[in-house]
């Protein structure tokens, strides 16, 4: 009898024990996904901001380096090149924000590459976040931007987002990755088959295709 009441006291500690894991697994995991929507916004907002300022698609000289070449070097007219673009201004609500790549290039009367894009919004409080990509293609017409190649997303908080590519709306400012996208950070690690970004970041959603779509890794209790 006395056994019985051991095995069932142990019993139930155990359950308590791991009801207290999940709870403090789901609560560190809403405030990531909190962080998320927020990180996002802040992305689209400096990236864009950025983007549509260089003068290949605005006109705008303010703050940039120009060095228009021939890319092959040849007296023959090739595509217009800007080496090292660079543009830095101040967002409405005083958040300072860099954008910059190795080199942009009018591939077509409609299309702009710019390669190894990087942007930076420095907050009012110091806080950083940053953004980099392989290659960014900007299509005039659709006003849309398409990262590919190793694009990140991360801030000084140690808290980084990696997917293989993301298409961004510059009109609506939606965006959307259809490729594996992982995350970690102090709140915790999360793994999706893809993601959206709706209403400038405040809507986020993981996982667009069947099967294993969101992973939560399970926290130690007290970490």
Do not use: C
């Not at 996002?40 to 703050?63: C, N, R, V």
């Not at 380096?65 to 021939?70: E, G, N, Q």
């Not at 190649?149 to 609506?172: E, H, M, P, Y």
């Amino acid at each position: 009898m006395e056994k019985q009441k051991n095995r069932a006291f142990a019993a139930t500690n155990w359950a308590v024990g791991e009801m207290d894991q999940l709870f403090v697994a789901v609560a560190r995991y809403t405030r990531f996904v909190l962080f998320s929507k927020w990180f996002f916004g802040l992305f689209a907002l400096a990236l864009l901001g950025g983007l549509i300022a260089w003068p290949l698609l605005g006109k705008d000289q303010t703050g940039l380096r120009l060095s228009f070449t021939s890319a092959d070097g040849a007296q023959k007219i090739a595509s217009p090149v800007m080496e090292s673009p660079r543009y830095m201004g101040d967002d409405d609500k005083g958040q300072r924000y860099e954008i910059s790549g190795k080199r942009a290039i009018q591939r077509t009367a409609v299309l702009v590459q710019i390669e190894q894009p990087e942007g930076q919004l420095i907050k009012a409080n110091g806080s950083i976040v940053g953004m980099r990509a392989d290659s960014a293609m900007f299509h005039q017409d659709t006003k849309m931007v398409e990262l590919t190649g190793n694009v990140n997303l991360f801030d000084d908080s140690g808290t980084i987002f990696a997917t293989d590519s993301a298409t961004i709306n510059t009109v609506t400012m939606d965006i959307d990755g259809a490729q594996r996208i992982e995350g970690s950070g102090p709140n915790g690690n999360v793994v999706a088959t893809g993601f959206k970004i709706r209403d400038k970041g405040r809507v986020v959603t993981f996982g667009l295709t069947p099967g294993v779509r969101l992973h939560i890794d399970k926290m130690r209790r007290g970490s």
